[in-house]
């Protein structure tokens, strides 16, 4: 009796604590995600793997619930009143302190544990990230088919010039054999192709008349297939070593595009950012959520290549054989033309987007502009600068405003859409030597 | 006056050589194959309608296939952890100290992503001033030599392991410590003065070491001279900024003698006529035609041999005239006419404003040549020898001693540091360091001395280490590295510090497994070493230091300098005085030239390829005769010579008849003839011929340039030297203007008083020359007073716009590509007979074939020859008669007055070349890099580092040409848009002008009223070559003034 007296007693009073609890739902578990992310539980922790803490998975198993209470709000008062569970796991990993989450409620930290014990298993291992590979970047070059159609063309030739001699032999024969019939019959070759109306007129006339109808054209489809194509990488978006997206990091995280391309406002080069740069994020951003535990497969390739070891000791989480990472080059300016980033972006203050397009929208980058000379050239000749804001521009500022005002050559000054504005063109930037020496 | 000069180029063009007269009507060597291609089998002149379609066909169907190419797939690899200093794309400079030779100029290095790309003075340097020689500028390819040794030698063979290297050389020098043999230290001038404390750390441990001082060209005399009169065994820093009278014995000091980027500066002070400062005198006598010798208002022969009787009488005049006891010496007033009693009458005139030097390495000469700068009171004006120079200080007898030593034994040791005495020492080396224990060389590829020694441990690049200098005595500059090392070399005073123990222990390396990220952050434990020394002096203030590359307590230290306490006596010198007049025979006179120094650079074809400033002779050495013995040889144009003295002989040496080589006399110049320089300056190992021949075997036993009674005979091969300056004749235009001061201070258009008439053009005037343009006018301005012809614009010029080397046989076709270049114009100056009546100037033809009759063999006009020398690049004409006959608008006209060249749009007609008056523009025959054929550094990988890449390699099929380098007027105009500068602001330099020792280039905007370009275009002195032609350049000379004397 005095058993079940202390049973019930010992029920009462641990429903008297817990009640809030109780009276609330059964832990939940949708509800422990968002805090476990709120709370950047997986900076240190991972589910399946051993981290800056201890790997989740199972904790409900190997410690009891107010235990996990007591060690997640305040874990250093818990170890210093002396549980001997809680010191021993600080020991054991190196005096490393965890936080403390005394905003947490108990019942907001079943709720974590919940979510921790219905997280699902990680699947098999993900092996289909991007993989660097020797002929990544190779275009797919339309104008190999096109090397083949000649190459078809000229074996027709051949084999039509075969049959004229087969026919040409045929005929000498038929002359000797004295069969004057079937050595008029085919006088000329191409007649059994054509109509006969076709075959018996004028060959003159018929080849003026057939290069018209075919030469013509394909010459035409040529020359625009030669400047418009060939050597034009528009749309070139190769496979990266590094599945960065711009999406995400331009577009939804709105990093300012100079955080990363720093050298764009003094250099010639907007340069891919060096690994210090990811560093800075990623050093805490893995996705481990995301990739059930694992770091992000493409973050572990920054780590690689820094021989970084995120769970290496202190002072000693690089190693000594880091390896660069060989990006694949998607804009390829010929050697002969200079091009410098913060002339554009400084001075000619042109957004990044002017020329590489909406970059803040592509997965993968790919090149937006032609980067061919009228394309430059068509900018020089349409966007105003803003010389009056520029003291370097002052000289010419003043002369367009006499211009302007005297109403002289004034009429450069006007563009295509009617706004008066100074471009690049009339200081000298259609010249030669602006681009090329 | 100046139209009655006749100026000439060289033999050929005076005489109208045939070939010559041939040449001129070509403007390229060879005209193209085409009779020899179209008369080969299955070619017939007579082509008809059916084979010029099918050509055609198959070219167009050729090239629209080739077209369709696959792009090649192009790389980005981005630092892994990026320094915090570098931003790819910018250039970033360092202050450092040249170490091509012992001179240690201040320079600032350009640094393009971990890579030093150019070399230029440094301003703050008070050796360099700003400017740099052409050596200088060319040391930044030795860095990117790929025949420096990668790994250290070991009998032979690579060893990449320092520590065995380290433990068996410490184990051999303690053994021959305790055995008392003696281990000689054999360097260069030393004056770092870390690097002396290493050698004295390194002989405390090792007692039985001597340093011992080693100079390839030695100025043993003038260091024992004035120990002797002075009591200090030193050089002074002599001071040509204070002098107004300067007499120089055989003494090249703008070209090679000393500190010559320096007194290049100095000289150049007051070489420009001023109506206030008036012009210093500048009297030269020598046997060889150098480039001081050119520039010398008054230049006379004189035969090598008798320098001692000449300086002597010059004491005697100048005794005599100050009522001071004579050397008891008849006076010989035959030497030279009366030009040394004028000369000392000049130099009595400006006494305490005057200087006299002497080149000779003989002690006697120096100790007569201190005794006249004592009396002209030069020691407190022109000659500072309390802050004395430390450039020099090799010391012959030490350097015998050791050779003994090594000899009998009882060296037993042999250290070599930036020496090669088996190269350029006059005794068997190879032989006698086969007899030592121990024979080790810090040479940093397998030179002479290196490939005879045990061990080779290569020293790094000087663009490498960590390093100081004392140039001047308490005056520092300081060396950095700009790149981590290329190889597996270490600093020479890290080897010796480490066999000493002394090396600094990484517990004081503040750097110590420091990292950022994966990059570990090491540095050099001679950094440690240096910076320790430093700490005391400098404290804090180190790295501000480092950062301005120089350092002096005292600011005002080279203006206080005191007399000298004189001991000397030059009574005594009488019975040598009275022996060395009475010498006869042909003299041989060694001298360096202005390229390629003493020959440690050996391997470096970018000084190679600059033309030698007086002969435009590039790629080899010769034997220069003057023209009365070559016709008693019979020597011509193209021939060679045998020559031998003392046991060594030379045969077939290629000869060039010099004008102005003093008769009985002939030169030849050091430094060439390697046989282990590598594949440029020849190596015998892998199968490369030497590049000319080693004169350093002719020095004798007192290591004097000059040697005595040097037969010379007839050789029986012939040999094209590849000669630059005839490539182009000067017609007998009026291209060069020349007046002398006497007439300048009358009218300051003399000389330049003809003016063009513009008769009529048949262009429209160009925008930027109208009024109110709102744009640069870039122009130039050359002073061919201050130009001395030394040919560092060449060679920078070439670095900063990767001009290709091209090699002996493309500059015998006439094929050399460099954008600009310095034409020498001779012209007789007839001294011997109206001396310093600046009018008597042979003129015409007529008369000089008159001189030459009534001659008779003499020569004396040869010997007497006046030079001047004028930098020639595009002239960036306004009405440009290149590009109107451009086919494809290659060329065209900028708006900032630039004349442009487009290499993607060139097809490669020649015909703007054809067409220049200038002759400035320069074909691509060849594909020069990733060529084997040029095997310049330029087909390999590491060679290629050295090159600028905003600058475009050119390709085959295009034409070049001066861009007034155009990349850095981009650059200087987008900073100033970039921070909103007004375009007065805009600063640019081009590389010719910014190497300049004597700032004779001015570059800048015309339209900025205030700029000193704009000032020096209104100069009366300034004129356009062709004037006539009505090109309108944008490049304009100032006459040149000679200050002749009329006494």
């Not at chain 2, 200093?85 to 360092?94: D, I, L, R, S």
């Not at chain 2, 595009?874 to 590009?883: D, M």
């Not at chain 2, 805009?986 to 205030?1010: M, W, Y």
Request: proline share 4%; aromatic share 10%; with cysteine.
């Amino acid at each position: 009796m005095n058993k079940n007296r202390f049973k019930i007693w010992a029920i009462a009073s641990l429903m008297a604590i817990t009640t809030p609890t109780f009276a609330q739902d059964a832990p939940n578990a949708d509800n422990g995600k968002k805090l476990y992310e709120a709370n950047n539980c997986g900076s240190c922790h991972a589910l399946d793997k051993k981290m800056v803490g201890p790997a989740l998975r199972g904790v409900h198993e190997r410690r009891s619930e107010e235990w996990l209470i007591q060690w997640i709000r305040n874990n250093k008062k818990f170890r210093e009143s002396g549980d001997p569970d809680a010191n021993k796991l600080y020991q054991e990993y190196g005096g490393a302190a965890m936080n403390i989450f005394e905003n947490l409620t108990p019942a907001q930290v079943l709720d974590i544990v919940e979510y921790i014990k219905t997280a699902p298993a990680p699947s098999a291992p993900k092996t289909t990230g991007p993989v660097v590979d020797s002929n990544a970047g190779d275009q797919d070059d339309s104008s190999t088919k096109y090397i083949l159609l000649i190459l078809v063309a000229v074996f027709a030739i051949v084999l039509m010039v075969l049959a004229r001699v087969k026919n040409t032999l045929k005929r000498i024969a038929a002359e000797r054999d004295g069969d004057v019939e079937s050595s008029k019959k085919h006088d000329r070759w191409y007649q059994k192709f054509l109509p006969e109306k076709l075959g018996k007129m004028n060959p003159t006339v018929l080849a003026i008349f057939t290069t018209l109808i075919i030469g013509l054209p394909a010459a035409w489809y040529g020359y625009k297939f030669g400047i418009t194509e060939v050597g034009v990488q528009k749309g070139y978006a190769p496979t990266q070593p590094i599945a960065f997206s711009h999406k995400l990091h331009a577009g939804e995280l709105k990093l300012d595009c100079k955080y990363c391309h720093s050298t764009v406002e003094e250099s010639k080069s907007a340069s891919i950012p060096a690994l210090n740069t990811c560093m800075n994020c990623h050093k805490g951003v893995q996705l481990t959520d995301k990739y059930h535990g694992e770091i992000s497969p493409e973050i572990k390739k920054i780590y690689a290549a820094l021989d970084y070891d995120p769970e290496g000791m202190p002072g000693k989480e690089f190693g000594n054989n880091p390896k660069p990472i060989r990006w694949v080059r998607i804009h390829n300016l010929p050697d002969h033309a200079y091009f410098n980033h913060s002339q554009h972006v400084v001075v000619g203050k042109l957004q990044c987007q002017s020329c590489h397009g909406p970059i803040e929208k592509m997965e993968v980058v790919q090149q937006w502009s032609t980067l061919q000379m009228g394309w430059c050239i068509d900018c020089h000749r349409n966007t105003g600068i803003d010389a009056a804001n520029n003291n370097y521009y002052a000289a010419l500022h003043s002369k367009a405003q006499k211009d302007l005002k005297e109403k002289q050559n004034h009429s450069q000054y006007f563009g295509p859409d009617g706004k008066v504005k100074i471009t690049p063109a009339m200081n000298g930037g259609l010249e030669c030597a602006k681009c090329h020496y | 006056m100046s139209n009655n000069i006749k100026y000439w180029k060289g033999e050929e063009e005076l005489n109208r050589d045939a070939q010559f007269l041939a040449n001129q009507k070509h403007e390229f060597s060879e005209a193209l194959p085409l009779e020899e291609v179209l008369s080969e089998d299955g070619f017939e002149l007579n082509s008809n309608r059916r084979d010029f379609l099918k050509y055609f066909g198959f070219s167009v169907t050729a090239v629209a296939l080739a077209s369709c190419y696959k792009t090649n797939v192009r790389y980005a690899v981005p630092y892994l952890v990026k320094p915090e200093e570098v931003t790819p794309g910018v250039a970033n400079y360092y202050r450092s100290t040249c170490g091509d030779c012992s001179v240690g100029c201040g320079v600032e290095v350009k640094v393009r992503e971990g890579r030093p790309i150019k070399l230029d003075g440094s301003p703050d340097s008070f050796v360099s001033k700003g400017g740099l020689c052409a050596t200088g500028q060319a040391s930044i390819l030795s860095l990117y030599d790929m025949e420096r040794l990668a790994n250290p030698l070991v009998k032979g063979a690579e060893q990449k392991d320092w520590t065995a290297i380290d433990s068996e050389i410490k184990g051999t020098l303690a053994a021959l410590n305790t055995q008392g043999k003696k281990v000689v230290l054999l360097s260069n001038s030393i004056h770092s003065p870390s690097t002396l404390k290493s050698i004295e750390a390194f002989k405390s441990v090792y007692t039985n070491v001597e340093h011992v001082s080693y100079d390839a060209v030695s100025y043993n005399a003038i260091l024992s001279a004035n120990q002797a009169d002075f009591g200090l065994r030193a050089i002074p820093n002599y001071r040509f900024e204070n002098a107004k009278a300067i007499v120089s014995f055989g003494a090249d000091f703008l070209g090679t003698w000393i500190s010559p980027v320096q007194f290049q500066n100095a000289y150049s002070a007051h070489r420009r006529p001023t109506a206030e400062g008036g012009m210093s005198v500048h009297i030269q006598f020598e046997s060889n035609l150098s480039m001081t010798g050119t520039n010398a208002d008054h230049r006379f022969p004189m035969v090598a041999s008798k320098e001692l009787a000449y300086v002597s009488t010059m004491y005697n005049y100048i005794a005599k005239a100050l009522g001071l006891t004579q050397i008891p010496v008849p006076t010989n007033s035959e030497l030279a006419g009366n030009s040394i009693e004028t000369a000392a009458k000049v130099l009595l005139n400006n006494k305490g404003k005057a200087l006299v030097i002497s080149g000779s390495n003989s002690i006697e000469v120096q100790k007569v040549v201190n005794a006249i700068n004592v009396l002209l009171d030069s020691y407190t004006s022109t000659i500072d020898l309390t802050n004395y120079s430390k450039q020099y200080n090799g010391d012959d007898t030490a350097v015998n001693n050791a050779f003994a030593g090594l000899n009998n034994g009882s060296v037993a040791g042999v250290i070599f540091y930036g020496t090669n005495p088996v190269f350029n020492h006059n005794k068997e080396w190879s032989a006698a360091i086969a007899k030592a224990k121990l024979s080790v060389s810090f040479a940093s590829s397998k030179d002479e001395t290196a490939a005879v020694c045990q061990y080779v441990l290569p020293d790094n690049h000087f663009l490498e280490s960590w390093s100081d200098a004392e140039p001047i005595k308490g005056l520092y500059h300081f060396t950095q590295p700009t790149i981590s090392k290329v190889f597996n070399t270490r600093q020479a005073q890290e080897s010796l510090l480490s066999w000493a123990n002394a090396l600094p222990g990484s517990e004081n390396d503040p750097f110590k497994n420091k990292r950022i990220l994966s990059q570990k952050q090491d540095v050099s434990p001679f950094y440690l070493f240096l910076k320790s020394n430093w700490e005391a002096t400098l404290g804090e203030g180190f790295n501000k230091a480092l950062e301005m590359g120089y350092y002096q307590a005292d600011s005002n230290v080279l203006n206080t300098f005191t007399m000298p306490a004189y001991v000397g006596s030059v009574a005594s010198l009488a019975p040598a005085i009275s022996k060395a007049a009475s010498s006869t025979g042909i003299d041989l006179v060694l001298y360096q030239s202005v390229g390629m120094r003493d020959g440690s650079s050996g391997n470096n074809p970018w000084l190679f390829e600059m033309p030698d400033p007086v002969s435009k002779v590039c790629w080899d050495n010769y034997v220069s005769l003057p023209k009365a013995l070559a016709n008693k040889l019979g020597v011509e144009k193209d021939d060679t010579v045998n020559i031998e003295v003392n046991g060594v002989k030379y045969e077939n040496v290629p000869a060039l008849i010099q004008p102005g080589q003093a008769n009985n006399t002939v030169g030849l110049a050091v430094g060439f003839g390697h046989t282990h320089a590598g594949k440029v300056g020849g190596s015998i190992e892998n199968g490369f011929a030497p590049v000319g021949i080693n004169a350093y075997r002719f020095v004798n036993a007192s290591r004097s340039n000059v040697i005595s009674n040097v037969q010379i005979t007839k050789g029986e091969d012939t040999y094209v030297l590849a000669q630059t300056q005839t490539h182009h004749s000067i017609e007998g235009r009026d291209i060069v203007r020349e007046s002398n001061f006497t007439e300048w201070k009358k009218n300051p258009k003399a000389g330049n008083e003809k003016a063009a008439t513009h008769i009529y053009t048949i262009w429209e005037k160009q925008d930027y020359l109208k009024d109110g343009s709102p744009n640069h006018r870039w122009g130039m301005a050359i002073d061919l007073n201050a130009c001395t012809g030394c040919g560092a614009c060449v060679v920078a010029c070439s670095i900063e716009n990767n001009v290709p080397v091209v090699g002996r046989d493309e500059i015998r076709l006439r094929r050399e590509m460099h954008w600009i270049r310095i034409d020498r114009y001779y012209s007789f100056s007839n001294t011997q007979k109206e001396k310093f009546e600046g009018a008597s100037y042979i003129t015409r033809e007529k008369q000089i074939a008159e001189v030459d009759d009534t001659d008779k063999g003499e020569f004396a006009h040869w010997e007497n020859i006046q030079v001047v020398h004028q930098p020639m690049l595009c002239q960036h004409c306004a009405q440009a008669p290149c590009e109107t006959v451009c086919p494809v608008l290659a060329t065209s006209h900028s708006s900032e007055g630039l004349n442009q060249m487009t290499y993607n749009r060139c097809i490669g007609t020649k015909y703007c070349g054809n067409n220049c008056p200038y002759k400035v523009r320069r074909f691509n025959w060849f594909r020069y890099n990733d060529n084997d054929a040029f095997d310049f550094h330029f087909n390999n990988p590491l060679g290629k580092m050295v090159i600028n890449p905003d600058v475009t390699v050119r390709t085959r099929g295009v034409m070049e040409k001066c861009s007034f380098c155009v990349q850095r007027i981009q650059e200087s105009k987008l900073k100033a848009k970039r921070e909103g500068k007004s375009m007065k602001e805009v600063e640019v330099k081009t590389a010719c002008q910014r190497t300049c020792p004597s700032n004779a280039i001015v570059f800048g905007d015309l339209h900025n009223p205030e700029s000193e370009i704009s000032k020096l275009f209104k100069n009366e002195r300034s004129f356009s070559v062709l004037d006539e032609l009505n090109v309108q350049p944008s490049i304009k000379y100032m006459t040149k003034i000679r200050n002749t004397q009329n006494i």
